[in-house]
């Protein structure tokens, strides 16, 4: 694909030609670099899903290295384009295409960002054991963490991301929080059996 070539999703024809509406809401989504192949390889469902389903327009734009989203005579959800946003936020953020979807669907799914820096201030190697502590062998680790708090975890460096639910988010970055401090990941393992116990308990 060539950097200024745009690709934009099929326009639903209107059924109002004397429609008095002329302002439209758009939103961009900026594409890291990581995440333009994933978002080409990716991008006729993507399309799908956001004209079908949410009734929006939706371009790529190579040159500016953004996805606009734009409302239309179609659209009839006003939250449309905010879900939306937050839909594509998740995708480039590294969350795989059908849990992003998830945010579309559901409406108590949220995005959480901080920095290991913000619990502890590590540099060097403590940060490369840190991240390592974190993952896992594998990401055995992470995906206990996950699988016990019902949420994802992108592990982006020294970054973490997070989605779940408010209480699910909360649960899973106490347990990562105490791997930032230095508790071992027995320990962590121990407390995500009794949360993931209390979770499935409220159900």
């Given at each position: ?12 024809p ?111 190697d ?52 105490s ?17 993931s ?7």
């Open positions: 694909m060539e950097p200024e070539q745009i690709i934009e999703a099929p326009e639903r209107s059924n109002n030609n004397n429609s008095t509406k002329t302002a439209y809401e758009q939103q961009s989504v900026l594409i890291p670099p990581n995440r333009m192949t994933p978002l080409k390889n990716n991008w006729e469902k993507i399309c799908e899903t956001v004209v079908k389903n949410m009734r929006l327009q939706i371009r790529m734009n190579a040159k500016k290295k953004t996805v606009d989203i734009r409302e239309c005579e179609e659209t009839e959800d006003r939250s449309a384009i905010q879900r939306t946003y937050d839909f594509l936020r998740a995708f480039m953020l590294g969350f795989n295409l059908d849990d992003a979807i998830a945010m579309l669907r559901l409406d108590d799914l949220f995005l959480e960002t901080f920095q290991i820096k913000d619990v502890k201030n590590l540099q060097g403590h940060m490369a054991r840190c991240i390592a502590r974190i993952s896992g062998e594998k990401g055995k680790t992470k995906h206990a963490i996950e699988n016990a708090t019902k949420t994802r975890i992108i592990l982006a460096d020294s970054t973490i991301h997070l989605m779940g639910s408010f209480a699910n988010m909360r649960s899973a970055r106490d347990s990562l929080c791997l930032i401090m230095g508790t071992p990941p027995g320990k962590v393992y121990s407390q995500l059996k009794y949360v116990r209390r979770l499935n308990e409220k159900f």
